[in-house]
């Protein structure tokens, strides 16, 4: 490997600096040639071999689900990329550093708290984060209100409470229920969280207005485009899931304590529902006990599909492999326990 590696630097000093990297651009290019025939002879024989199976009224629930996921999550990823990139550019780090405490410990429940005041869904609960980690607030609180933002927003507890009228339990369940899985999620990264597994975003730091106005608009550039891959490879699975699971599992799992808790804390990871509408969702499953549909409020704004996607683009795979698993635990546990008091 070395002697290659000699062997082509000796060769481009023979060159020109105008032909330095042509070999490897041309290389790249026959790579990318060959990947994108594969990927359409893949695409073609998948075509050939899902046709016959799949009906028009499954790829019509498909599609819809899809662009629904897309349509409702759009506005608030761009809201949120443009306030991340805002606090990026605009809010100097000293803010962050008067308004939470200076130990991380008394920070996250600070963050958590802060997270009613984001008029959000999860999809802008991301780069919102990642904002505030750029401007040097610790990992443990910036995830706290990651979690906490989407779920205890005000927006969010007036439609959990239209959706279930004469029951303010539910939404008293759903803040408190949410707010203390924000927060033990946040202590737990403290404690238990290493450096190398989160990828902590990293911006330069504009001065005077024409650089301000220059990094906002290039942090903005930076996120959309990459929040928005993720989101469609979250919407498509969503739809995927939505469209390929039968109703009748989900009819005869409610009468069982335990599966319907577990199922419906599994089908709000899968459906993908923005926070602001799931309350509608879990008000019709009415043949869930109250404890189970809290649950699908609790884990839905903080572990789902579109959501997972977005954590690894943001703050690396090994991020969310560790992340993922934790506060599912904690939301279904907390909600369990929460919806238990309730009962």
């Given at each position: 490997?070395?002697?290659?590696?000699?062997?082509?630097?000796?060769?481009?000093?023979?060159?020109?600096?105008?032909?330095?990297?042509?070999?490897?651009?041309?290389?790249?290019?026959?790579?990318?040639?060959?990947?994108?025939?594969?990927?359409?002879?893949?695409?073609?024989?998948?075509?050939?071999?899902?046709?016959?199976?799949?009906?028009?009224?499954?790829?019509?629930?498909?599609?819809?689900?899809?662009?629904?996921?897309?349509?409702?999550?759009?506005?608030?990823?761009?809201?949120?990329?443009?306030?991340?990139?805002?606090?990026?550019?605009?809010?100097?780090?000293?803010?962050?550093?008067?308004?939470?405490?200076?130990?991380?410990?008394?920070?996250?429940?600070?963050?958590?708290?802060?997270?009613?005041?984001?008029?959000?869904?999860?999809?802008?609960?991301?780069?919102?984060?990642?904002?505030?980690?750029?401007?040097?607030?610790?990992?443990?609180?910036?995830?706290?209100?990651?979690?906490?933002?989407?779920?205890?927003?005000?927006?969010?507890?007036?439609?959990?409470?239209?959706?279930?009228?004469?029951?303010?339990?539910?939404?008293?369940?759903?803040?408190?229920?949410?707010?203390?899985?924000?927060?033990?999620?946040?202590?737990?990264?403290?404690?238990?969280?290493?450096?190398?597994?989160?990828?902590?975003?990293?911006?330069?730091?504009?001065?005077?207005?024409?650089?301000?106005?220059?990094?906002?608009?290039?942090?903005?550039?930076?996120?959309?485009?990459?929040?928005?891959?993720?989101?469609?490879?979250?919407?498509?699975?969503?739809?995927?899931?939505?469209?390929?699971?039968?109703?009748?599992?989900?009819?005869?799992?409610?009468g069982n304590a335990v599966v319907s808790v577990?199922?419906?804390?599994?089908?709000a990871v899968l459906m993908s529902i923005c926070?602001?509408?799931?309350?509608?969702?879990?008000?019709?499953?009415?043949?869930?006990?109250?404890?189970?549909?809290?649950?699908?409020?609790?884990?839905?704004?903080?572990?789902?599909?579109?959501?997972?996607?977005?954590?690894?683009?943001?703050?690396?795979r090994s991020f969310a492999v560790r992340f993922?698993?934790?506060?599912?635990?904690?939301?279904?546990?907390?909600?369990?326990?929460?919806?238990?008091?309730?009962?």
């Open positions: 490997m070395t002697e290659r590696i000699g062997l082509r630097a000796a060769e481009e000093e023979l060159l020109p600096p105008a032909e330095w990297g042509r070999g490897r651009g041309a290389a790249s290019g026959v790579r990318a040639a060959w990947a994108f025939c594969a990927l359409a002879a893949v695409l073609v024989l998948g075509r050939a071999w899902a046709a016959p199976r799949i009906g028009a009224r499954a790829l019509d629930a498909w599609a819809t689900t899809f662009v629904a996921v897309c349509v409702q999550a759009l506005p608030f990823l761009v809201f949120g990329v443009a306030l991340s990139a805002a606090i990026t550019a605009f809010v100097p780090a000293s803010v962050w550093r008067r308004v939470l405490p200076r130990r991380p410990g008394a920070a996250v429940p600070v963050a958590g708290v802060m997270g009613a005041v984001l008029p959000g869904c999860e999809c802008a609960s991301v780069p919102v984060a990642s904002g505030l980690m750029a401007r040097g607030v610790a990992p443990a609180a910036a995830l706290t209100f990651l979690l906490a933002a989407p779920a205890i927003n005000p927006i969010v507890l007036v439609a959990t409470a239209v959706a279930f009228p004469g029951r303010p339990e539910m939404v008293a369940g759903r803040f408190a229920a949410s707010l203390l899985v924000a927060v033990l999620a946040g202590w737990a990264w403290l404690l238990l969280g290493r450096r190398e597994w989160l990828r902590v975003p990293s911006r330069p730091h504009a001065h005077g207005a024409a650089g301000r106005l220059d990094a906002f608009r290039q942090a903005m550039r930076h996120d959309i485009m990459h929040a928005g891959g993720f989101l469609v490879v979250g919407a498509a699975a969503a739809a995927t899931i939505n469209a390929a699971v039968p109703s009748e599992w989900v009819s005869s799992a409610a577990l199922l419906l804390a599994v089908l926070s602001e509408a799931d309350a509608f969702v879990a008000a019709s499953l009415s043949q869930f006990s109250t404890t189970a549909r809290l649950t699908f409020l609790v884990v839905g704004p903080m572990v789902d599909l579109k959501l997972i996607a977005l954590q690894a683009g943001f703050f690396g993922v698993p934790l506060t599912f635990c904690l939301a279904v546990g907390v909600s369990a326990l929460v919806g238990g008091l309730l009962t």
